[in-house]
T-cell receptor
Framework: DAKTTQPNSMESNEEEPVHLPCNHSTISGTDYIHWYRQLPSQGPEYVIHGLTSNVNNRMASLAIAEDRKSSTLILHRATLRDAAVYYCIRGGAQKLVFGQGTRLTINP | EPEVTQTPSHQVTQMGQEVILRCVPISNHLYFYWYRQILGQKVEFLVSFYNNEISEKSEIFDDQFSVERPDGSNFTLKIRSTKLEDSAMYFC???????????????FGSGTRLTVV
């Protein structure tokens, strides 16, 4: 049980920002929020993770709500290569549990 | 950037045969994992390994499966007698660990596609 809720699919245009939402209303205070993506025929790829404050790296930004019940992955300028399934995962004690994720389509 | 390496990339085996899938995790990582993904389905946790023993396993990881870290670098998944339903992509992953492995990002390998015929 992944215990996160994401839209099944989203669509965006190339070179525009993308905001991928995730709800995790039952998250505990010590669970990190992880985001991974899976391109076609490849393994999951780490995108970003955080606990309370917003996080930025070269791939994306993670905005975490103040109550930690939701978060948003932000791709600042989508490219065709960003088309993938994006997984929002609560970091349990010992392992990551994947849900169905959000299939992101990028239109040229 | 450090990588998790998996071999082979594709393996075809006959039903009932034993297979060994190999992984080289990132060298300073402490937690190691196997996941699998049946075609069209979600990524499923199989087993986690820490300090030379299994720390957690799923219901999928029955007596037909075993894991081993035979030396300081390799991490293997063995399926003793393969079934048709074992056909899937198998992903190895590692995490830095140091207390709570999910406080760190996981690095996944590119997977081994196992086809049982």
């Amino acid at each position: 049980d992944a215990k996160t809720t994401q839209p099944n699919s989203m669509e965006s245009n190339e070179e525009e920002p993308v905001h991928l939402p995730c709800n995790h209303s039952t998250i505990s205070g010590t669970d990190y929020i992880h985001w991974y993506r899976q391109l076609p025929s490849q393994g999951p790829e780490y995108v970003i993770h955080g606990l309370t404050s917003n996080v930025n790296n070269r791939m994306a930004s993670l905005a975490i709500a103040e109550d930690r019940k939701s978060s948003t992955l932000i791709l600042h300028r989508a490219t065709l290569r960003d088309a993938a399934v994006y997984y929002c995962i609560r970091g349990g004690a010992q392992k990551l549990v994947f849900g169905q994720g959000t299939r992101l389509t990028i239109n040229p | 950037e450090p990588e998790v390496t998996q071999t082979p990339s594709h393996q075809v085996t006959q039903m009932g045969q034993e297979v060994i899938l190999r992984c080289v995790p990132i060298s300073n990582h402490l937690y190691f994992y196997w996941y699998r993904q049946i075609l069209g389905q979600k990524v499923e946790f199989l087993v986690s390994f820490y300090n030379n023993e299994i720390s957690e396993k799923s219901e999928i990881f029955d007596d037909q499966f075993s894991v081993e870290r035979p030396d300081g670098s390799n991490f293997t998944l063995k399926i003793r007698s393969t079934k048709l339903e074992d056909s899937a992509m198998y992903f190895c992953a590692s995490s830095a660990g140091l207390g709570r492995p999910t406080n760190y990002g996981y690095t996944f390998g590119s997977g081994t596609r196992l086809t049982v015929v």
